[in-house]
């Protein structure tokens, strides 16, 4: 089974910056639309940004579009998610998710990890 590991979560300030990182252990992770979903306390999950396999297509939500960036690298079997000027309502659990058909929902990703808390304060 695809394992995938979220690393980087943890405290920031409001106007920080961090850098969350997704390793999976696959052999064909370069294969896998690569997209970070995020779960606030008491909300539901919710996309965040999505990576094609290539790196040459991404979409974002509006929510963090201009303050997120989604990158990838095939050969170390990462994904990262740069976060910039954060703000106290992105604080949330960030998971990594992969699809192998490339279609990205929240019900569609076939593999997820277990996530990484991302707590933001003012």
């Known amino acids: 089974q695809v394992q995938l590991e979220e690393t980087g979560g943890g405290l920031a300030q409001a106007g920080d910056s961090l850098t969350l990182a997704c390793v999976s252990s696959?052999?064909?992770?370069?294969?896998?639309?690569m997209a970070w979903f995020r779960q606030a306390p008491g909300k539901e999950r919710e996309f965040v940004t999505a990576?094609?396999?290539?790196?040459?297509?991404?979409f974002t939500a509006d929510s963090v579009k201009g303050r997120f960036t989604i990158s990838r690298d095939n050969a170390k079997n990462t994904v990262s998610l740069e976060m910039n000027d954060l703000k106290p309502e992105d604080t949330a659990v960030y998971y990594c998710?992969?699809?192998?058909?490339?279609?990205?929902?929240?019900?569609?990703?076939?593999?997820w990890g277990r996530g990484t808390l991302v707590t933001v304060s003012s």
């Open positions: 990576i094609s396999w290539s790196g040459d297509r991404q």
């Open positions: 998710a992969a699809s192998v058909k490339g279609t990205v929902s929240t019900s569609s990703m076939d593999y």
């Open positions: 696959h052999t064909t992770f370069s294969n896998y639309v």
